[in-house]
Nanobody, 110 residues
Framework: QLQASGGGLVQAGGSLRLSCAAS????????MGWFRQAPGKEREFVAA????????YYADSVKGRFFISRDAARKSVNLIMNNMKPEDTGVYYC?????WGQGTQVTVSS
């Protein structure tokens, strides 16, 4: 199971930190990452990190602003979001292999 936390309301230009804690074997997934879904839009990829943290991947829209990392001791993956924009608004879901978190709302006001 995955438990996401850290969403909230932030002004444009601000920062938020999301965290996703895993239980069971899901933390050993080859890829662990975040997706988001804005109102009326399909879910889209945001960022991912490989099992041992050697590689990271980002959507073009967040490159240079968002940073993904993993904490093996806490079995968690974190997403630092900087210089946020209103178009970053949506429900953010963490995904480890076939497991999905419950989603956490992120709202960026202009």
């Amino acid at each position: 199971q995955l438990q996401a936390s850290g969403g909230g309301l932030v002004q444009a230009g601000g920062s938020l930190r999301l965290s996703c804690a895993a239980s069971g074997s899901s933390f050993s997934s080859r890829y662990m990452g975040w997706f988001r879904q804005a109102p009326g839009k399909e879910r889209e990829f945001v960022a991912a990190i490989t099992r041992f943290g050697l590689n990271t991947y980002y959507a073009d829209s967040v490159k240079g602003r968002f940073f993904i990392s993993r904490d093996a001791a806490r079995k968690s993956v974190n997403l630092i979001m900087n210089n946020m924009k209103p178009e970053d608004t949506g429900v953010y879901y963490c995904n480890f292999g076939s497991s999905w978190g419950q989603g956490t709302q992120v709202t960026v006001s202009s």
